[in-house]
């Protein structure tokens, strides 16, 4: 995969997330996301358990050391709207920082640790 297309989905994927509100105890439709994607990125197994973590694995060779990414699919609530630059479930990019509830912790970041396997 190529650098601007993962660029592309890095964004893309960011940004979805981002206009999918997932507050404490309401992360089924971010969970159900993250399980696609994973699907359509191959993952070997993709599950998700009763209490609704999403597990993706990808099988590497068994001489070499594992490595675990573990992240959150929740976000604190936005607070007073009139407060935030943009709407906070919007993702919006500006300057080359992208904006809403969520974006640094840790929705951009699960993206990253998601599309890792094709970086």
């Given amino acids: ?4 297309r993962i660029k592309k989905e890095l964004i893309t994927l960011t940004k979805l997330l ?5 507050p404490s105890g309401h ?8 399980a696609h ?7 070997n ?11 993706g694995i ?3 060779e068994s001489n070499k050391p594992s490595i675990l ?11 007073e709207r009139e407060k935030w630059l943009f709407d906070p479930f919007e993702g919006v990019i500006e300057d080359g920082y992208i904006y809403g509830c969520g974006a640094a912790d840790a929705k ?4 990253i640790q998601l599309l890792r396997k094709h970086v």
């Fill in 1 to 4: 995969m190529n650098a601007q």
């Fill in 18 to 22: 981002i206009q999918t509100p997932s």
């Fill in 27 to 34: 992360e089924k439709d971010v969970a159900d996301i993250i």
């Fill in 37 to 43: 994607e994973m699907k359509r990125l191959q993952y």
């Fill in 45 to 55: 197994e993709v599950i998700i358990d009763d209490i609704g973590n999403v597990i």
């Fill in 58 to 60: 990808i099988k590497g």
């Fill in 69 to 79: 990414f573990t992240t959150h699919m929740d976000h604190v609530p936005p607070g």
């Fill in 108 to 111: 951009g970041p699960l993206v």
